[in-house]
């Protein structure tokens, strides 16, 4: 448990710096580091909204929207309508390409696995 500002200060600094050593596979590959933790959420679940990846992620609905396009114009991703086009209510499902990509990206992280940690 964090005691005090310094230990969270810490904290915040290595977990930086961590995600900052595995932003280089995923920018390899065209990524943001939350690009790719997307992508990752996304094929291992079924998300109705894009506010429920927000929520699982935890963070702004906005920014979810906003990478979901990009994901999308890359190919990565399916957006699948309601029947009511209804924009927050999209499921998105990744796709073939996506899912290559994503074992590509899993295997720069893990060659890279003892250097980030």
Same mark, same amino acid.
Do not use: A
């Given at each position: 448990m964090i005691k005090d500002h310094t230990e969270a200060r810490n904290w915040y600094l290595e977990n930086t710096r961590v995600i900052n050593k595995m932003s280089k596979p995923t920018n390899? *590959?065209?990524l943001g580091f939350?690009? *790719?933790c997307m992508l990752v959420s996304i =094929? &291992? =679940?079924e998300y109705e909204t894009p506010s429920e990846l927000a929520n699982e992620l935890q963070v702004a609905i906005s920014s979810v929207s906003r990478s979901l396009k990009v994901l999308h114009?890359? +190919?990565l991703i399916s957006r699948l309508s +309601?029947?009511?086009n209804d924009t927050r209510k999209i499921k998105v499902e990744i796709? &073939?390409?996506g899912k290559e990509l994503l074992k590509k990206v899993d295997s720069e992280i893990d060659k890279s696995i003892d250097e980030i940690f």
């Open positions: 390899k *590959y065209g939350m690009q *790719y =094929n &291992e =679940n114009k890359k +190919s +309601s029947e009511f796709t &073939e390409h």
